[in-house]
Every structure is written in C-alpha cells, then in structure tokens.
C-alpha cells in the first residue's frame, strides 16, 4: 500500500501546455519534497515545502503544500521538452516516504 | 564535486550467488540508505545508517546486509540473491535523517538482475 499516492501515473502532453501533478496522503507530514527523476540517473530534489499552504516557485514550476500538510500539488507552466521525466513526492514524517511518482513525457 | 558514487551500473547474477554494490559519498556525510526502485511501487527503503557503526532496517530489509566501517563507504550485500531482488538499487545521502535542511543526494543507480 502506498503511502504517498501519485497522479496521474502517466502524462503525456505537447510542448506549451500546462500540467497539475498531484501527491495525496492520508499521513500528515512535517515536510514534503519533489524529486525529478531521468532516465539512467538518481532523483535530484526540487524543492522542500513545510508550511501548509506554502507555495513556492520554480522558474515555471509551482509546488503547493496543502493546508492540511497532507497533499502536494506540482504545476508546470508552458511545458519544455526538457521537463520530461519522472517526478517523486516524498513525505517526511518519523521517517521519509517516497511515491510511486508521475511519468511525465513533454513532445516537441 | 560532490557526488554518491555506486558500482557497478549493471550487474547480472545467478540464484545464490553472493554479491556487493558498493556505495560512496564525498561530502562528509553522517546519514547514508539503501533504497530499491520497482514499478509501481516507487523507492523502498531498504536499510539505513546514522552513522559510522550504526545501522537500521528500512521497509524491505529482507534478504540484504549493509555495514557502515567508514563514514563514506555503505555498501550493500546479498548474500544469497533471489530473482525477487532483481530491482534498480540507489544509495542515498544526507547530512542527517531529518531532510528539511538537508536533502538526499542520490546515486546514479545499480540496475540488478538475478535469474
């Protein structure tokens, strides 16, 4: 059973379009990152949110922690084929839990 | 430049054999883990270390060793593989477990095949 529940699992999308990506927890966590997986590599942390309700920002990347600290939202704007690749959630609570993540593919 | 540094990249074995993937940060830190990458699943913990001397079970700690004699080095052994370990393994790094202020630094990956 995941902890940390990733969606959607699989995203496809055109080079200039926007995505949401959600990670959605029953567990309150007392920080939440996002990783971006590629191919033949590690993950590499994006960002750490804390607060609930924090928003941070990235270039065109928008992460959101929930109210609650439970959820996270990851939001790409005008996507880059250079944004492709998998994308992980991972809740700290006692220890730190990691999502199945979301396979994003961005075509020229 | 800092980095975590695993070997080999790929490894193909047969049922039983004993085999090591070796593991190795060059940024002094104190935490090190072993984590296993499957569809669906996302990445498992394995085993985990706080320090030289001390580890600690993760989620799936059946069917593998770690030691932690030096603080840079945590390899990870199967003493006897299972096709059910065939897996993509990474080693992480931090400076403590607590990751707010210290994100893990990944290794590239050992791809693992046992048939």
Redesign the interface.
């Known amino acids: 059973t995941q902890l940390l529940e990733q969606s959607p699992q699989f995203l496809s999308i055109q080079e200039g379009e926007n995505l949401t990506v959600y990670c959605n927890s029953s567990s309150v966590f007392s920080s939440l990152q996002w990783y971006r997986q590629e191919p033949g590599e590690g993950p590499v942390l994006l960002v750490t949110v804390v607060t609930g309700g924090e928003v941070k920002k990235l270039k065109r990347l928008t992460f959101q922690f929930g109210d609650a600290r439970k959820d996270s939202s990851l939001h790409i704007t005008a996507a880059q084929p250079g944004d492709t690749g998998l994308y992980l959630c991972a809740g700290e609570g006692y220890d730190m839990r990691f999502g199945a993540g979301t396979r994003l593919t961005v075509k020229p | 430049e800092a980095q975590?540094t695993q070997n080999p990249r790929y490894l193909i074995t047969v049922t039983g054999k004993k085999l090591t993937v070796t593991c190795s940060q060059n940024m002094n830190h104190e935490y090190m883990s072993w984590?296993r990458q499957d569809p669906?699943?996302?990445?498992?913990?394995i085993y985990y270390s706080m320090n030289v001397e001390v580890t600690d079970k993760?989620d799936v700690p059946e069917g593998y060793k770690v030691s932690r004699k030096e603080k840079r080095n945590f390899p990870l052994i199967l003493e006897s593989p299972s096709p059910n370990q065939t897996s993509l393994y990474?080693c992480?790094s931090s400076r403590g477990?607590?990751?707010?202020n210290s994100?893990?630094h990944?290794?590239?990956?050992t791809r693992l095949t046992v048939t």
């Not at chain 2, 669906?40 to 913990?45: A, F």
């Not at chain 2, 477990?97 to 707010?100: E, F, L, M, Q, V």
Request: net charge positive; charged share 10%.
């Open positions: 975590v984590y669906g699943l996302g990445l498992r913990q993760g990474f992480a477990r607590s990751s707010y994100p893990l990944f290794g590239n990956g």
